[in-house]
């Protein structure tokens, strides 16, 4: 099943991943990654996976953009009815793509 969908277990948007860009390895260790979705990024899956997180949403942009921060792990940012986001990993060892990506898939 591809796109966002509801997961009848927990109730939650599952999103699936088509593909992980490089975009910059940091100096500090860190990495930044441009992940492309199956679908569009709506606005409950930019609450769904901002839970117990830090989010900005500007709504009133012409194309309403947000920010996902989860202190010390991963800074998260995009424009909703996009099918792409960026990703920042502070800390990769403590917090993989790999754990970013089930994440974002809700597995």
């Known amino acids: ?7 009848i277990r927990n109730g939650r948007l599952r ?4 593909e992980i860009k490089n975009v910059e390895d940091c100096f500090d260790g ?6 492309l979705l199956a ?11 901002g839970d117990e997180c830090n989010i900005q949403y500007f709504d009133n942009f012409a194309r309403p953009f ?6 010390g ?14 990703v920042h990993l502070k ?3 403590k917090y993989s793509m790999e754990k970013f990506c089930q994440l974002v898939q809700r597995l």
């Open 1 to 7: 099943m591809q796109g966002a969908t509801r997961n």
């Open 15 to 18: 999103m699936e991943i088509l």
């Open 30 to 35: 860190s990495l930044i990654k441009e992940i």
């Open 39 to 49: 679908s569009e990024i709506t606005k409950d899956f930019i609450y769904s996976i």
């Open 66 to 71: 947000f920010k996902i921060r989860k202190n």
């Open 73 to 86: 792990l991963f800074d998260l940012k995009g424009i909703e009815g996009n099918k792409t986001m960026r």
């Open 91 to 93: 800390n990769p060892e």
